[in-house]
């Protein structure tokens, strides 16, 4: 009974998540999101290529934007690991949510090519998937103190 409402509970926050990022990496003006038909495709596909640029020309590019771009990746998909292990149980192992979680950002990645909103970008994969395992530890952790200070057995 109590797993259920805690299933729920997190059902609804990833679909708020879902949508949340969604805004932000399609539709967000802030972020410059606004898609341009005359665009052109814009990827990379070199891995530590745009990380190593955002570091080395730091100052150049501004410090907002190279938290927003390194971290910002990286935050971004750590709810996607919190949360998904607690709607589904059979997503509860690190490499089946980092694996999930890969997958999740590759489908972003190529809708936002070929939305022509964003850029196709392998480090964007490579942080986005730091975020989701990163994620998931966090919900491991938070899960045994959950358990730890109720005294419940976990499984």
């Given at each position: 009974m109590k797993k259920n409402r805690h299933r729920k509970h997190a059902f609804v926050l990833l679909i708020l998540y879902l949508v949340l990022l969604t805004y932000y990496l399609f539709f967000a003006e802030t972020l410059g999101r606004t898609p341009d038909s005359h665009a052109?495709?814009?990827y990379n596909l070199v891995l530590f290529k745009e990380i190593r640029r955002?570091?080395?020309h730091r100052e150049l590019l501004g410090?907002?934007?190279v938290l927003l771009n390194l971290i910002g990746n990286i935050v971004a998909f750590m709810p996607f690991g919190f949360i998904l292990p607690e709607v589904w149980d059979q997503l509860n192992k690190w490499h089946i949510i980092t694996i999930q979680g890969f997958l999740f950002s590759l489908g972003i990645e190529i809708a936002q090519l070929t939305a022509h909103v964003g850029s196709f970008d392998v480090d964007d994969l490579l942080l986005n998937t730091i975020?989701?395992?990163i994620g998931y530890i966090m919900f491991v952790v938070a899960k045994g103190v959950w358990y730890s200070y109720n005294g419940e057995n976990w499984k």
């Open positions: 052109e495709y814009s955002f570091i080395v410090y907002k934007a975020g989701v395992l």
